[in-house]
């Protein structure tokens, strides 16, 4: 059973802002049309069939759902949902602040744990908030407030003291960052996109040409010492699925930054995804001998690759430098099937921006139901900040200041 509630008047001579909707929260993506989603969100990767695939069986720490808004025509906008409890000091890396935070959270658990409902999904690369094409603007506009309103109340039944919207892209705050701030959100720097644009390369020697000397002299070199590494692409991982599934938490292990329950996928995650995607998921697979030493899952849009995930035996692919040796694989995948952009998401950005990528912004949206709280949110926001607190974006930003 979904819970409504009717969050306008009458219909007759209203404007497209004023006419009746109603907020819905639902179980499941399942509750929201496929084919509307569609439209809202065209071209996604990460779509109805994805999104779909990650709730069937989610980590524990994550209850999911979905909010819609629907009109005298049907669906007008709507968006996965996630609750959990969620940590404050999430964005901190190690340090002396992060030690201390662990250690308070220790004593008094609840003090750092707030009770969170956001809008999104733990599983994508950017907030799948879809509108509706055939909303004008302020329909659009309207359509999101009252998706707003049905989400606020939702948190208040549940308990939940934070509400957010989830890494919302630059192009979804330039049209609805203006309806959040006006209904009292903040706006929190979350981690950037690493993108690499491939225009005007086709072939990989014109992508080194624009690297450094010393880069494209250490990739040529990483490549020559990968003879004995045998590529396949595959567009399942039937009979690979443990091993995967190994070689994700494998390389989540070995990761240096952590972001706790952000970092857990559902069961099953990689074979439901290869099952479920049809031609817009491919696997690259590593073998050394014989043994598979590292793989990518990618997901393929109309003008972008993206490189979801990399799983990696230790120390093989380390001494083969799989790294590198997948990073130029996946150049070559984008060129021989016409994709401009090769998108490596939001962590390990050292060796990404080296190898010619740039930062994408994403924006979380933040309010505390107490305004006690949310006006010191506000005043944290800068804090809050997740690259001030990764590793690689802070070396990366001093270099800047400096240069």
Known sequence: ???????????????????????????????????????????????????????????????????????????????????????????????????????????????????????????????????????????????????????????????????????????????????????????????????????DTRNEDEYLARLSAATRKDIRRKLKKAGRVEVEWRSSIEGLEGEVAALYEATRAQSNVHYGDFEELPEGYFERISRNMGGRVAFACYRIDGTLAAFNMLFIESDRVIDKFLGMRYPLAREHDLYAVSWMENVRFCQRIGRRYLQTGQTAYASKLRYGSGLRPLTLMVKHRNPVLNALVRLGARWLSFPRWDPDLKAHAERQAVS
């Open 1 to 199: 059973m979904s819970h409504e509630a009717m969050l306008s008047g009458g219909w007759a001579g209203a404007t497209a802002s004023e006419r009746p909707t109603v907020a819905q929260i639902l179980p499941a993506m399942l509750d929201i049309p496929r084919r509307e989603w569609g439209l809202a969100r065209f071209g996604d990767a990460e779509g109805w069939d994805y999104l779909r695939a990650c709730e069937m069986a989610p980590p524990r720490a994550f209850r999911l759902g979905a909010a819609q808004v629907t009109d005298e025509l049907g669906f007008a906008a709507g968006a996965p949902l996630f609750q959990l409890s969620y940590r404050l000091d999430t964005p901190l890396q190690g340090g002396t602040l992060g030690r201390w935070c662990d250690r308070l959270a220790r004593l008094a658990p609840r003090l750092l744990e707030w009770r969170l409902l956001a809008v999104g999904s733990p599983f994508t690369e950017v907030c799948p908030l879809g509108v509706h094409p055939r909303l004008p603007a302020d329909a659009a506009d309207a359509a999101v407030g009252r998706l707003v309103t049905g989400v606020e109340a939702e948190a208040r039944l549940r308990g939940a003291s934070m509400i957010a919207f989830k890494d919302l892209s630059a192009r979804d705050m330039e049209r609805f960052g203006p309806v959040l701030r006006a209904a009292g959100y903040t706006a929190i720097e979350s981690l950037p996109l690493a993108v690499l644009d491939l225009d």
